[in-house]
């Protein structure tokens, strides 16, 4: 078998048919030219206007990078013509195997971009033998192509949620779809201002807005207002996940507080290495850590009673009805304003504040997935940190839309991997 016959079958091209093939010594090692002529009768199309028009000359042949074959690397060999256009006057041709100035083939960035979804984008780089800068630009490929192409109709919960990134506290506003049935980044946006919100609102446009049922978020006041004006209709959720997160952060404040409290009055360090002892979850803990977290509890530390007052919390979330739940939180609050701890009580006077917006989980469960927000927060962690290698905004939303935004492919003939 030739093979032309294999391209013919992978990658076929009506109007351009594959010649010769012949080994080279490329950069990299092996690498093997596959010459493609168009067919006799066919005219070109301006790249211009996308019209088929009279051929006027012929630029020096180029190479375009195709998918490597057994570890040599494949390049398409072509000599563009220029075409005679009435509209656009002498212009470059356009071909179907690559866009524009490009030097890789359509086909070969898709395959980079999509071995990108599964390894960090430097360990794609050197496997394929390319830059780092050349699967970015696969990546971004692609995500152009599938936000073009996704549909944003039927949404139903979304998610707001906002995620450092750099040093010194810089932020990033996301926005997921967080629904049992389909869970994806739809929109990010630098800092986390109201003008970040509102784009993600003036993109999904009024009549889709006006169709949210549940929006799910913070309490950060700037996207308070926004949520109000943009989807008033929508029942405005204080979800799980962000209540928890915020009780971690006041019960680690306590922690780092009593930590050093204990050592400047000459106390055995019994808080040091226990962070995580006391955020995890009691099921998610190693052995050594169940013990670390036993030894704590003997202690009758702010750290201990405020890690009790969490846990004591999340049987909030499990009530059927808003009723008994509102009744548990208002005996909790006042519980807590109670303990003299001030991270804990500056928890529980925001939580009654905004007793209604956390009663409307109750309402929401069933629509709104449970543990999307804090999964969806997880992996946007964990994509950034694989495309690792870039400070711009443009290349982290890159990042995050390729791994999060379940994002739709084109059809292929073939799929290369
Ligand atoms: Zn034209």
Not at 46 to 52: A, E, K, L, V
């Amino acid at each position: 078998m030739q093979l032309q016959t294999i391209l013919h079958r992978v990658q076929r091209h009506k109007s351009f048919v594959y010649r010769g093939a012949a080994f080279r010594d490329g950069a990299t090692g092996l690498a093997l030219d596959v010459t493609i002529e168009p067919r006799a009768n066919g005219k070109p199309i301006c790249s211009g206007c996308g019209r088929r028009r009279p051929g006027y000359d012929r630029l020096p042949a180029r190479r375009f990078q195709f998918v490597p074959l057994w570890g040599i690397a494949v390049c398409f060999v072509y000599a563009l013509r220029r075409v005679d256009c009435p509209r656009c006057g002498v212009k470059a041709e356009r071909v179907p195997w690559a866009s524009g100035k490009e030097r890789l083939t359509t086909a070969y960035q898709w395959f980079l971009a999509r071995w990108a979804k599964r390894l960090a984008w430097q360990q794609v780089a050197d496997i394929f033998q390319t830059s780092w800068n050349t699967v970015y630009r696969a990546v971004t490929l692609a995500v152009l192509w599938g936000v073009a192409q996704r549909s944003l109709d039927g949404i139903q919960g979304i998610g707001v949620d906002e995620i450092a990134w750099r040093k010194g506290h810089q932020y990033l506003t996301l926005v997921y779809q967080i629904e049992a049935a389909c869970k994806r980044l739809l929109w990010v946006a630098a800092e986390r201002t109201a003008e970040s919100l509102r784009g993600f609102f003036t993109m999904l446009g009024e009549a889709r807005c006006a169709a949210l049922e549940f929006v799910c978020s913070d309490m950060w006041q700037p996207y308070l207002g926004v949520i109000a004006e943009c989807a008033g209709r929508a029942v405005h959720v204080l979800d799980r996940y962000h209540v928890m997160a915020r009780m971690n952060q006041a019960l680690d404040e306590v922690r780092r507080a009593e930590v050093k409290q204990l050592e400047a009055d000459g106390h055995e360090p019994v808080l040091k290495h226990s962070r995580w002892v006391l955020l995890k979850r009691p099921e998610n803990l190693t052995e050594d850590q169940t013990a670390k977290l036993n030894e704590l509890l003997r202690y009758n530390l702010r750290s201990v009673r405020s890690y009790l007052l969490r846990e004591e919390f999340q049987r909030f979330w499990e009530y059927r009805s808003p009723y008994w739940a509102g009744r548990f939180l208002r005996d909790w609050c006042r519980k807590v304003m109670r303990s003299r701890i001030e991270p804990m009580k500056k928890v529980a006077r925001m939580l009654r504040s905004h007793e209604e917006l956390l009663l409307n989980w109750f309402e929401a469960e069933g629509v709104v997935s449970a543990g999307a927000g804090e999964g969806m927060n997880n992996k946007a962690k964990l994509a950034m940190r694989k495309a690792y290698g870039f400070g711009t905004l443009r290349g982290v939303k890159i990042a995050l839309y390729h791994q999060l935004g379940a994002l739709p492919e084109p059809k292929f003939a073939h799929e290369f991997c």
